[in-house]
C-alpha cells in the first residue's frame, strides 16, 4: 500500500476511504427508504384489495336481495300449480304436434321408421359403408400407381410386397383409429 501511495497523489487513499464511507451511507440511506416505501406500498396494497373485496361482497348481496324479491314478486303473482299445469299442457300440445309431423312424413315416404335400438340412420349407415368401400379401392389404386411409376422394375423384382397391398393395409389400419372411439352401426 505505501509503495502505491507513492506513486499516486498526495492523501489519495484517505480520499478513497472518506468517498467509501460516504457511499456506503448513502446506501445505507436508500435501503431505509425502500423499506419505508415498500411498507407503505404493502400497506396501500391490502386496503385495496379490502375495499375490493367489499365492493365485490355488496354486488353479490345486492344480487341476491334482488333475485329473492323477485322470487316474492313471482310467488304472489303466479301460484306453482297453476305454472306446472300451463308447462304439461305446452308439452303435451308439442308431442302431439311432433308426432302428427312424423306421421305426415312417414306417409309421404320422407322418413324412414326410426331403428329400434337406437343408433344412426340407415341412410348415414350406408354412406359411411359406401366411404369405406370406396376409400379402400383408391388406396389399393393409389398404392398400385406408386408401385409401377415411382419404383423400379428390379425393386419389384426382389419379393418385396405389392404396392397395392402396402396401400389396402395403410388404409385398414387408418381406419382402425376412428372405429376404436366410436360405434358405427
Known amino acids: 500500500e505505501k509503495g502505491a501511495e507513492s506513486f499516486l497523489p498526495n492523501n489519495f487513499t484517505e480520499k478513497l476511504r472518506t468517498e467509501e464511507q460516504t457511499l456506503k451511507k448513502h446506501i445505507k440511506h436508500i435501503k431505509v427508504e425502500l423499506r419505508k416505501e415498500t411498507h407503505e406500498m404493502s400497506k396501500n396494497l391490502s386496503q385495496t384489495v379490502k375495499r375490493k ?3 365485490a361482497r355488496q ?3 345486492n344480487a341476491t336481495e334482488k333475485i329473492k324479491q323477485g322470487f316474492h314478486h313471482r310467488e304472489h303473482r303466479w301460484s306453482m300449480p297453476s305454472v ?34 337406437g343408433g344412426n340412420s340407415k341412410s ?62
Open 124 to 185: 348415414y349407415n350406408n354412406c359411411v359403408l359406401v366411404f369405406l368401400v370406396a376409400s379402400v379401392a383408391a388406396s389399393g389404386i393409389i398404392g398400385h400407381a406408386v408401385d409401377i411409376y415411382l419404383f423400379p422394375q428390379t425393386f419389384r423384382a426382389k419379393g418385396h410386397p405389392r404396392g397395392w397391398v402396402m396401400g389396402i393395409i395403410l388404409c385398414t389400419y387408418i381406419m382402425l383409429f376412428p372405429a376404436l372411439r366410436s360405434v358405427l352401426f
Open 59 to 61: 354486488k353479490i348481496h
Open 84 to 117: 306446472s299445469g300451463f308447462l304439461g299442457t305446452l308439452k303435451k300440445d308439442a308431442d302431439a304436434v311432433k308426432d302428427m309431423v312424423e306421421q305426415k312424413a312417414m306417409k309421404w315416404g320422407l322418413l324412414e321408421h326410426p331403428n329400434k335400438l
Open 53 to 55: 373485496e367489499e365492493h
